[in-house]
């Protein structure tokens, strides 16, 4: 049972363009929301995240928005560049609870 | 940037071996976690240990045994390698002080099991 379904599993985005990654969960007590980004031979890194009290949150050109009626939230890339092209990665979690379980990734390609 | 610090980075394996991944942090959190990576699957929690002395089975434990040998450090055994095992191995904590649900990564350490 896959908790959090993350789709497009792969994304091509002209430079400049807004980049959109979705994201579903089934757990209703889910109250963190994170999306982590990973470059090439690297560890995954926060990116930014959101709790379900908020409908969004934006840092910089990026941008989550979140939607509890429906249980999705998506990452908005605006201005995308090359230097954004990696595998970004969703997840949830019961803070203090329960560990973060992670949608199965998007590879992101920014083309000039 | 220590942070979390995993060893060995690459290891090559035979069938039948065994082997122990490390993982320190020094971040001074009682959580750790082990996760795997393969191509489409996306990061899969292994084993996670919340404070010293315990440890959790994740959604993937078959194969791994883990312990959680004192604070700063959290290890990862394969005591019989199998090729299914091929994957980058990853260890996490949160940052110190902080309950925020944020967790922080090592680099990874890539395994090939022949």
């Known amino acids: 049972q896959q908790q959090v379904k993350q789709s497009p599993q792969s994304l091509i985005v002209q430079k400049g363009g807004i980049s959109i990654i979705n994201c579903a969960y089934e757990?209703?007590?889910?109250?963190?929301f994170p999306w982590y980004q990973q470059f090439p031979g690297k560890g995954p890194a926060l990116l930014i995240a959101i709790r379900p009290d908020v409908s969004e949150k934006k840092e910089g050109r990026f941008t989550i928005s979140f939607n509890k009626s429906a249980k999705q939230f998506s990452l908005h890339i605006m201005d995308s560049q090359p230097g954004d092209s990696a595998t970004y990665f969703c997840a949830a979690s019961v803070v203090g609870n329960t560990p973060l379980v992670f949608g199965k990734g998007t590879r992101l390609s920014v083309i000039a | 940037n220590a942070g979390v610090t995993q060893t060995p980075k690459f290891q090559v394996l035979k069938t039948g071996q065994s082997m122990t991944l490390q993982c320190a942090q020094d971040?001074?959190?009682?959580?750790m976690y082990w996760y795997r990576q393969d191509p489409g699957m996306g990061l899969r929690l292994i084993y996670y240990s919340a404070s010293e002395g315990t440890t959790d089975k994740g959604e993937v434990p078959n194969g791994y045994n883990v312990s959680r040998l004192n604070k700063r450090e959290f290890s990862l055994r394969l005591e019989s390698a199998a090729p299914s095992q091929t994957s980058v191995y990853f260890c996490?904590?949160?940052?110190?002080?902080?309950?925020?649900?944020?967790?922080?990564f090592g680099e990874g350490s890539r395994l090939t099991v022949l």
């Open positions: 971040m001074n959190h009682n959580s």
């Open positions: 757990n209703t007590a889910f109250d963190y």
């Open positions: 996490a904590s949160p940052p110190g002080g902080t309950n925020t649900g944020e967790l922080f």
